[in-house]
């Protein structure tokens, strides 16, 4: 059974801080998604990694960054949060190739006040 | 560029009753297209995927390349069936990313 987890539930920041979301996945899968859920909006896609160290930019990059030091470890990175990343952030992952499918952890509500 | 609509926003049924939620999407070539389900307090989990072909919990959904949608279909809603719902893509040209549609919330009342 796939475990996708995150390493918290609910986070409350300041306006400024630097605010880390972390993602573990126990099935050696080579690509990992970090979106953001918001209402109306869908998931937006904020990074991606194909493999360790590897990282690309999804579609909403800006103030944040990313870090895959490990195959089963892919953090998110807010430099300096703003009160416009109030949001669900949702990590996933999957095997690489076409067929297979992409499984998602509980999520992160993070308020940044 | 691959870009996902999904026209409401909510949806509400009686029980028994046919529920359809429309998806239509923007992509040049051969997309794959996804259902995705989020039932309250638990995480987004594949519903069906179109190159499956089969009927997941009583939905379906058909890909329809001349009017670019995938609408999800159940003939008799229930009352578990109520959630967010989301239509992804995934584009062979895109790297394999998936792209979202806004979601639809179904609610089913008894």
């Known amino acids: 059974d796939v475990k996708v987890t995150q390493s918290s539930r609910y986070l409350v920041k300041r306006t400024g801080e630097k605010v880390f979301l972390e993602c573990v996945q126990d099935m050696d899968h080579e690509n990992m998604f970090w979106y953001r859920q918001d209402p109306g909006l869908g998931l937006r896609l904020i990074y991606f990694?194909?493999?360790?160290?590897?990282?690309e930019k999804g579609d909403i990059p800006e103030g944040y960054s990313v870090s895959r030091e490990k195959k089963e470890r892919f953090s998110l990175i807010l430099e300096s949060a703003s009160t416009n990343q109030t949001s669900m952030y949702l990590c996933a992952s999957r095997l690489s190739g076409e067929l297979y499918e992409q499984f998602f952890g509980p999520g992160t509500r993070l308020t940044v006040l | 560029a691959q870009r996902v609509t999904q026209p409401e926003k909510l949806l509400s049924v009686f029980k028994g009753a046919p529920v359809e939620l429309k998806c239509n999407y923007s992509?040049?070539?051969?997309?794959?297209l996804f259902w995705y389900v989020q039932y309250s307090r638990q995480r987004l989990q594949l519903l069906l995927r179109h190159i499956s072909r089969e009927s997941i919990k009583g939905f379906t959904a058909d890909l329809n390349k001349g009017e670019t949608s995938f609408h999800l279909k159940k003939p008799f809603a229930q009352e578990e069936d109520s959630a967010m719902y989301y239509c992804?893509?995934?584009?062979?040209?895109?790297?394999?990313?998936?792209?979202f549609g806004g979601g639809t919330r179904v609610l089913v009342k008894p």
């Open positions: 990694s194909y493999d360790v160290k590897m990282k």
């Open positions: 992509y040049s070539g051969s997309p794959e």
């Open positions: 992804a893509l995934r584009g062979k040209a895109a790297g394999n990313k998936l792209t």
